[in-house]
C-alpha cells in the first residue's frame, strides 16, 4: 500500500493537478470566507465549510481522482501493478490514501481562516475542528466515489463526469422526493456545519467511503476474468 | 519451474487459448513464437497472474498462479508488449518503484536499483525523465522494470518490437546475459530472434500448441526433402539429360535464366541421399562448367512456415466439410 500511496502523492505534485486543486480550492475558501463572515460580520466558519464542501468538492473531486485508474488502464501500466506481488485492496487503499492527503493538505491551509477571525472576535475552536472532521469525512466519501468511477473506465472525462453526476444529480432529485436523501452526500453533512458531531453522519459517511472502497477492488479483482 | 497444464482461455464464445500444455525448466530460455493473434500475449498475462484462464492450471515453481498470487508473482518479472511506463517518473524513480512494489526490502533498494540500472546499461540516463528518452532506452527501462527484485522467472512479451538494428542486437545480447542466470519466456514473431538466443521454442498459432523442440530440431524435422541449388553454364544443353543419369535425384528444375548465360537449377532428392559428390563427379563429364553449388539449409522460417500452413489447410478441409 505505501509504494503506491507514496508514488500517487509524488505524482500529484509532479504534474500540475495538486497545485491546480489546492489553487482552486483556495479560491472557493477566500470567497465564501468573505461572502459569509466578513460581508455578513460574522465568526460563524459553519456556512464557510458548508458551501465550500458543496461547490470546492464538486471541482475537486473529479481532477483528484479521474485519473487514478483510468489513466493506468489507459496507458497498461495496470498491467504492472497487478503483476505486482501487491494486492488490490493496497493498491486501491494507496491511491484512495493519496487523494486524502491532498484534501488534508487543503483542510490544514484552511485553519488560517479561523486564525484570522480571532483577529475580530473570539470564535469557538471545537465546533471549528469538527467542522473540518466533517469536511474530511465527505470528502473521503467523494474521493472513494470518484475512484470507484475511475475503475470502471479508461477514460478520464468520461470518469469525470460520472463523479460530477454522483454528486449533483442527487440536488435535483431531492425537490422530488426526501427519499433521495439516502444517495445525497451533503444529506449527510447537515450537522457538522453547525458543530454538531453527529453519530448518524459519521456512521453515513464512514459508510459511503467503505462501500465504494469494496466497489473498486470488486472492480479491480473481476477485470482479472473479464479481460 | 513453469508449468502450464491444460490451460484454456475463453472470451465470451471466442476461444483464445485451446486447452494448451507446456512446461519450463529452471534456467532456461523459451521463445513463444507464432502470427499476431495466435495467443502469445494472452499466455502471458495467464501466467503473470494478469487475467484468470478459464480452465486448466498454472504452476510457477510449484505454486499455483491463481490461487496464490502473491507467491507466485514474486518469482515473476513481466515486461508486457506496450511497454508500459510511468513517463512523468526519472529512470531511478521508476525503478526503484518497481522494486518496492515487489516487496524488496527497504535496505537492500538502493543497491538493488543500482545494480540493476548497471545491468541494464541505463546509467548514462538514470536521473532523466523516462517521457523524454528514446524507444530503446524505454525499452531497456522496461527490462530493468521485469529484472528488479531478481525474479527468478523473466517473461518478456516481444522485447524488440519497434526498436532499430543495433538496439535489437543490444537488447539480444542482454537478454542472452540474462538467460544465464535466470529463467526467460520471451515472445516474438521474428524467427531469427528466437532461433538466435533460445534453447526451445514453443510454436502457437491460433490458441493451440503447433509444436515445442529445439530451433535446429524444429529445422530437420519439416525438411523430408534435399535440395542442392546449382548454377551452370551448360552450353551444349545437357543438362536435360542428368537427371536420367542421376538416379537419386527425384526432380531437376530449372529455376531461372541468368543474363550472363548461366542457368540456375534446383535438384530434389530424398532426405538421406547426398547429390554433391555426384554432381561434381558428373557434370564435368557431361561438359558442364559448375558455378556455384550449394545444399539448402532449411530455416526455422521454413518449420514455421510449414507447420502454420498445414493448420491452414486442415483447417480448409475442416471447412468444407
Same mark, same amino acid.
Given at each position: 500500500?505505501?509504494?503506491?500511496?507514496?508514488?500517487?502523492?509524488?505524482?500529484?505534485?509532479?504534474?500540475?493537478?495538486?497545485?491546480?486543486?489546492?489553487?482552486?480550492?483556495?479560491?472557493?475558501?477566500?470567497?465564501?470566507?468573505?461572502?459569509?463572515?466578513?460581508?455578513?460580520?460574522?465568526?460563524?466558519?459553519?456556512?464557510?465549510?458548508?458551501?465550500?464542501?458543496?461547490?470546492?468538492?464538486?471541482?475537486?473531486?473529479?481532477?483528484?481522482?479521474?485519473?487514478?485508474?483510468?489513466?493506468?488502464?489507459?496507458?497498461?501500466?495496470?498491467?504492472?501493478?497487478?503483476?505486482?506481488?501487491?494486492?488490490?485492496?493496497?493498491?486501491?487503499?494507496?491511491?484512495?490514501?493519496?487523494?486524502?492527503?491532498?484534501?488534508?493538505?487543503?483542510?490544514?491551509?484552511?485553519?488560517?481562516?479561523?486564525?484570522?477571525?480571532?483577529?475580530?472576535?473570539?470564535?469557538?475552536?471545537?465546533?471549528?475542528?469538527?467542522?473540518?472532521?466533517?469536511?474530511?469525512?465527505?470528502?473521503?466519501?467523494?474521493?472513494?466515489?470518484?475512484?470507484?468511477?475511475?475503475?470502471?473506465?479508461?477514460?478520464?472525462?468520461?470518469?469525470?463526469?460520472?463523479?460530477?453526476?454522483?454528486?449533483?444529480?442527487?440536488?435535483?432529485?431531492?425537490?422530488?422526493?426526501?427519499?433521495?436523501?439516502?444517495?445525497?452526500?451533503?444529506?449527510?453533512?447537515?450537522?457538522?456545519?453547525?458543530?454538531?458531531?453527529?453519530?448518524?453522519?459519521?456512521?453515513?459517511?464512514?459508510?459511503?467511503?467503505?462501500?465504494?472502497?469494496?466497489?473498486?477492488?470488486?472492480?479491480?479483482?473481476?477485470?482479472?476474468?473479464?479481460? | 519451474?513453469?508449468?502450464?497444464?491444460?490451460?484454456?482461455?475463453?472470451?465470451?464464445?471466442?476461444?483464445?487459448?485451446?486447452?494448451?500444455?507446456?512446461?519450463?525448466?529452471?534456467?532456461?530460455?523459451?521463445?513463444?513464437?507464432?502470427?499476431?493473434?495466435?495467443?502469445?500475449?494472452?499466455?502471458?498475462?495467464?501466467?503473470?497472474?494478469?487475467?484468470?484462464?478459464?480452465?486448466?492450471?498454472?504452476?510457477?515453481?510449484?505454486?499455483?498462479?491463481?490461487?496464490?498470487?502473491?507467491?507466485?508473482?514474486?518469482?515473476?518479472?513481466?515486461?508486457?508488449?506496450?511497454?508500459?511506463?510511468?513517463?512523468?517518473?526519472?529512470?531511478?524513480?521508476?525503478?526503484?518503484?518497481?522494486?518496492?512494489?515487489?516487496?524488496?526490502?527497504?535496505?537492500?533498494?538502493?543497491?538493488?536499483?543500482?545494480?540493476? @540500472?548497471?545491468?541494464?546499461?541505463?546509467?548514462?540516463? *538514470?536521473? %532523466? &525523465? #523516462?517521457?523524454?528518452?528514446?524507444? /530503446?532506452? =524505454? $525499452?531497456?527501462?522496461?527490462?530493468?522494470?521485469?529484472?528488479?527484485?531478481?525474479?527468478?522467472?523473466?517473461?518478456?512479451?516481444?522485447?524488440?518490437?519497434?526498436?532499430?538494428?543495433?538496439?535489437?542486437?543490444?537488447?539480444?545480447?542482454?537478454?542472452?546475459?540474462?538467460?544465464?542466470?535466470?529463467?526467460?519466456?520471451?515472445?516474438?514473431?521474428?524467427?531469427?530472434?528466437?532461433?538466435?538466443?533460445?534453447?526451445?521454442?514453443?510454436?502457437?498459432?491460433?490458441?493451440?500448441?503447433?509444436?515445442?523442440?529445439?530451433?535446429?530440431?524444429?529445422?530437420?524435422?519439416?525438411?523430408?526433402?534435399?535440395?542442392?541449388?546449382?548454377?551452370?553454364?551448360?552450353?551444349?544443353?545437357?543438362?536435360?539429360? @542428368?537427371?536420367?543419369?542421376?538416379?537419386?535425384?527425384? *526432380?531437376? %528444375? &530449372? #529455376?531461372?535464366?541468368?543474363?550472363? /548465360?548461366? =542457368? $540456375?537449377?534446383?535438384?530434389?532428392?530424398?532426405?538421406?541421399?547426398?547429390?554433391?559428390?555426384?554432381?561434381?563427379?558428373?557434370?564435368?563429364?557431361?561438359?558442364?562448367?559448375?558455378?556455384?553449388?550449394?545444399?539448402?539449409?532449411?530455416?526455422?522460417?521454413?518449420?514455421?512456415?510449414?507447420?502454420?500452413?498445414?493448420?491452414?489447410?486442415?483447417?480448409?478441409?475442416?471447412?468444407?466439410?
Amino acid at each position: 500500500m505505501w509504494p503506491v500511496f507514496k508514488k500517487e502523492l509524488k505524482t500529484y505534485f509532479l504534474s500540475p493537478i495538486g497545485y491546480i486543486c489546492i489553487g482552486i480550492f483556495l479560491l472557493v475558501f477566500s470567497t465564501f470566507f468573505y461572502m459569509t463572515t466578513i460581508q455578513s460580520i460574522s465568526i460563524d466558519l459553519g456556512y464557510l465549510y458548508f458551501y465550500t464542501a458543496q461547490y470546492g468538492l464538486l471541482i475537486i473531486t473529479p481532477i483528484l481522482t479521474m485519473r487514478l485508474f483510468a489513466e493506468e488502464r489507459k496507458n497498461g501500466t495496470e498491467q504492472l501493478l497487478l503483476t505486482s506481488p501487491r494486492s488490490i485492496t493496497g493498491i486501491v487503499l494507496g491511491k484512495f490514501l493519496a487523494a486524502v492527503i491532498v484534501i488534508l493538505i487543503i483542510l490544514i491551509i484552511s485553519f488560517m481562516y479561523y486564525v484570522i477571525l480571532t483577529f475580530f472576535g473570539e470564535p469557538n475552536l471545537v465546533p471549528t475542528l469538527i467542522m473540518m472532521l466533517g469536511f474530511l469525512l465527505l470528502a473521503m466519501a467523494a474521493i472513494s466515489a470518484g475512484m470507484f468511477a475511475s475503475s470502471i473506465t479508461e477514460n478520464q472525462i468520461i470518469s469525470a463526469i460520472i463523479t460530477i453526476a454522483f454528486l449533483i444529480v442527487p440536488w435535483f432529485l431531492l425537490s422530488i422526493s426526501d427519499g433521495f436523501s439516502l444517495i445525497n452526500l451533503m444529506s449527510s453533512y447537515s450537522k457538522f456545519p453547525a458543530g454538531i458531531l453527529s453519530t448518524t453522519e459519521v456512521v453515513s459517511l464512514v459508510s459511503f467511503t467503505i462501500m465504494f472502497l469494496l466497489f473498486t477492488i470488486i472492480v479491480m479483482r473481476r477485470r482479472k476474468t473479464v479481460k | 519451474m513453469i508449468q502450464v497444464k491444460n490451460v484454456t482461455k475463453k472470451y465470451g464464445k471466442f476461444t483464445a487459448i485451446d486447452n494448451i500444455s507446456f512446461e519450463v525448466k529452471d534456467g532456461e530460455v523459451v521463445g513463444l513464437l507464432g502470427p499476431n493473434g495466435a495467443g502469445k500475449s494472452t499466455t502471458m498475462n495467464m501466467i503473470t497472474g494478469y487475467i484468470d484462464s478459464t480452465a486448466g492450471q498454472i504452476l510457477v515453481n510449484g505454486v499455483n498462479v491463481e490461487k496464490r498470487p502473491r507467491k507466485a508473482k514474486k518469482q515473476i518479472g513481466y515486461m508486457p508488449e506496450s511497454v508500459p511506463l510511468y513517463t512523468e517518473l526519472t529512470v531511478k524513480e521508476f525503478i526503484k518503484y518497481m522494486a518496492q512494489l515487489k516487496l524488496v526490502k527497504r535496505k537492500e533498494l538502493k543497491s538493488e536499483v543500482n545494480k540493476v @540500472i548497471e545491468e541494464v546499461g541505463l546509467k548514462d540516463v *538514470e536521473n %532523466k &525523465l #523516462i517521457r523524454n528518452l528514446s524507444r /530503446g532506452y =524505454k $525499452q531497456r527501462v522496461g527490462i530493468a522494470g521485469a529484472l528488479v527484485g531478481n525474479p527468478k522467472v523473466i517473461i518478456l512479451d516481444e522485447p524488440t518490437v519497434g526498436l532499430d538494428p543495433k538496439q535489437i542486437t543490444e537488447i539480444r545480447e542482454l537478454i542472452k546475459k540474462l538467460g544465464k542466470s535466470h529463467t526467460v519466456i520471451l515472445s516474438s514473431h521474428i524467427l531469427s530472434e528466437i532461433s538466435q538466443i533460445c534453447e526451445n521454442v514453443i510454436i502457437i498459432n491460433k490458441g493451440k500448441i503447433v509444436a515445442i523442440d529445439t530451433p535446429s530440431n524444429l529445422e530437420k524435422k519439416t525438411s523430408n526433402k534435399n535440395i542442392i541449388s546449382l548454377t551452370v553454364e551448360d552450353k551444349k544443353g545437357n543438362m536435360d539429360k @542428368i537427371k536420367d543419369k542421376i538416379n537419386d535425384a527425384k *526432380e531437376v %528444375k &530449372l #529455376i531461372k535464366d541468368n543474363e550472363d /548465360g548461366t =542457368k $540456375q537449377y534446383q535438384i530434389i532428392s530424398e532426405e538421406n541421399i547426398d547429390l554433391r559428390k555426384k554432381l561434381f563427379e558428373i557434370l564435368p563429364k557431361e561438359e558442364i562448367v559448375i558455378f556455384e553449388l550449394k545444399k539448402e539449409e532449411s530455416t526455422l522460417e521454413d518449420a514455421f512456415m510449414s507447420l502454420i500452413s498445414d493448420e491452414k489447410n486442415t483447417d480448409k478441409k475442416e471447412e468444407k466439410r
